[in-house]
Protein backbone atom coordinates (compact mmCIF):
# COMPACT_ATOMS: atom_id res chain seq x y z
CA UNK A 1 0.00 0.00 0.00
CA UNK A 2 3.08 2.36 0.02
CA UNK A 3 3.39 3.03 -3.24
CA UNK A 4 -0.29 4.04 -3.29
CA UNK A 5 -0.06 6.39 -0.42
CA UNK A 6 3.35 7.83 -1.62
CA UNK A 7 1.46 8.66 -4.93
CA UNK A 8 -1.65 10.07 -3.36
CA UNK A 9 0.66 12.50 -1.18
CA UNK A 10 2.63 13.25 -4.00
CA UNK A 11 -0.63 14.57 -5.25
CA UNK A 12 -1.65 15.97 -2.54
CA UNK A 13 1.53 18.16 -1.93
CA UNK A 14 1.37 19.04 -5.38
CA UNK A 15 -2.09 20.61 -5.41
CA UNK A 16 -1.37 22.32 -1.63
CA UNK A 17 1.56 23.81 -3.67
CA UNK A 18 -0.39 24.67 -6.47
CA UNK A 19 -3.40 26.41 -4.43
CA UNK A 20 -1.04 28.55 -2.59
CA UNK A 21 0.62 29.94 -5.77
CA UNK A 22 -3.09 30.16 -8.21
CA UNK A 23 -3.77 33.81 -7.14
CA UNK A 24 -0.77 35.31 -8.32
CA UNK A 25 0.47 32.21 -10.99
CA UNK A 26 -0.13 32.87 -14.86
CA UNK A 27 -2.34 30.58 -16.67
CA UNK A 28 0.39 29.37 -18.50
CA UNK A 29 2.62 28.28 -15.11
CA UNK A 30 -1.15 27.38 -13.59
CA UNK A 31 -1.88 24.90 -16.32
CA UNK A 32 1.43 23.50 -16.82
CA UNK A 33 0.91 22.89 -12.74
CA UNK A 34 -2.94 21.88 -12.67
CA UNK A 35 -1.87 18.85 -15.63
CA UNK A 36 1.33 17.52 -13.87
CA UNK A 37 -1.04 17.44 -10.54
CA UNK A 38 -3.57 15.24 -13.34
CA UNK A 39 -0.96 13.07 -13.99
CA UNK A 40 0.00 12.34 -10.54
CA UNK A 41 -4.07 11.58 -9.47
CA UNK A 42 -4.27 9.29 -11.94
CA UNK A 43 -0.73 7.34 -10.24
CA UNK A 44 -2.79 7.49 -7.17
CA UNK A 45 -5.63 5.61 -8.75
CA UNK A 46 -3.78 3.25 -10.87
CA UNK A 47 -1.95 2.04 -7.67
CA UNK A 48 -4.92 1.86 -5.54
CA UNK A 49 -6.93 0.21 -8.75
CA UNK A 50 -4.23 -2.54 -8.82
CA UNK A 51 -4.06 -2.36 -5.20
CA UNK A 52 -7.84 -3.28 -4.93
CA UNK A 53 -7.34 -5.69 -8.17
CA UNK A 54 -4.90 -7.99 -5.97
CA UNK A 55 -7.03 -8.24 -2.75
CA UNK A 56 -7.12 -11.45 -1.40
CA UNK A 57 -10.29 -13.15 -1.66
CA UNK A 58 -10.65 -12.53 2.48
CA UNK A 59 -10.10 -9.08 2.81
CA UNK A 60 -13.12 -7.74 4.64
CA UNK A 61 -15.95 -6.15 2.88
CA UNK A 62 -15.05 -3.09 5.25
CA UNK A 63 -11.86 -2.55 3.64
CA UNK A 64 -13.13 -3.19 0.39
CA UNK A 65 -15.60 -0.49 0.50
CA UNK A 66 -13.26 2.02 2.12
CA UNK A 67 -10.61 1.08 -1.10
CA UNK A 68 -13.51 2.01 -3.14
CA UNK A 69 -14.45 5.00 -1.19
CA UNK A 70 -11.12 6.20 -1.46
CA UNK A 71 -10.81 5.26 -5.41
CA UNK A 72 -14.57 7.38 -5.47
CA UNK A 73 -11.99 10.50 -3.69
CA UNK A 74 -9.34 10.34 -5.98
CA UNK A 75 -12.00 10.13 -9.20
CA UNK A 76 -13.83 13.51 -7.60
CA UNK A 77 -10.52 15.35 -7.17
CA UNK A 78 -9.63 14.40 -10.48
CA UNK A 79 -13.07 15.79 -11.70
CA UNK A 80 -12.39 19.03 -9.29
CA UNK A 81 -9.02 19.49 -10.83
CA UNK A 82 -9.97 19.10 -14.56
CA UNK A 83 -12.66 21.52 -13.58
CA UNK A 84 -10.37 24.54 -12.27
CA UNK A 85 -7.97 23.59 -15.47
CA UNK A 86 -11.18 24.65 -17.13
CA UNK A 87 -11.51 27.80 -15.45
CA UNK A 88 -7.99 28.87 -15.83
CA UNK A 89 -8.96 28.59 -19.41
CA UNK A 90 -12.20 30.76 -18.64
CA UNK A 91 -9.77 33.53 -16.84
CA UNK A 92 -11.72 32.60 -13.86
CA UNK A 93 -8.89 33.09 -11.21
CA UNK A 94 -11.93 32.57 -8.24
CA UNK A 95 -13.67 29.53 -9.56
CA UNK A 96 -9.93 27.42 -10.50
CA UNK A 97 -8.84 28.76 -6.62
CA UNK A 98 -12.26 27.09 -5.65
CA UNK A 99 -12.06 24.32 -7.17
CA UNK A 100 -8.36 23.29 -6.32
CA UNK A 101 -9.02 23.78 -2.97
CA UNK A 102 -12.31 21.70 -3.31
CA UNK A 103 -9.81 19.03 -4.88
CA UNK A 104 -7.06 19.37 -2.03
CA UNK A 105 -10.25 18.45 0.61
CA UNK A 106 -11.16 15.24 -1.73
CA UNK A 107 -7.36 14.30 -1.23
CA UNK A 108 -7.15 15.22 2.19
CA UNK A 109 -10.31 12.73 2.74
CA UNK A 110 -8.61 9.67 0.75
CA UNK A 111 -5.36 10.32 2.31
CA UNK A 112 -6.63 10.16 5.86
CA UNK A 113 -8.34 7.32 5.00
CA UNK A 114 -5.55 5.48 3.60
CA UNK A 115 -3.84 5.85 6.67
CA UNK A 116 -6.65 4.30 8.59
CA UNK A 117 -6.17 1.35 6.58
CA UNK A 118 -2.42 1.06 6.42
CA UNK A 119 -2.84 1.16 10.37
CA UNK A 120 -4.64 -1.37 10.52
CA UNK A 121 -3.45 -3.89 7.60
CA UNK A 122 -1.62 -7.31 9.37
Known amino acids: MSEYLDA ?12 AAAA ?5 RL ?6 ALTLLDAARTALSQRISTLPGTTSP ?4 ALNSELAAIGNARTQLG ?15 AGIA ?3 HSLEAALQ ?8 AP
Open 113 to 120: AARALETQ
Open 24 to 28: GSGSA
Open 62 to 65: GTVT
Open 31 to 36: TTELTA
Open 102 to 104: AAR
Open 8 to 19: LQAAADGISGIE
Open 83 to 97: NALGDVGAESTVATV
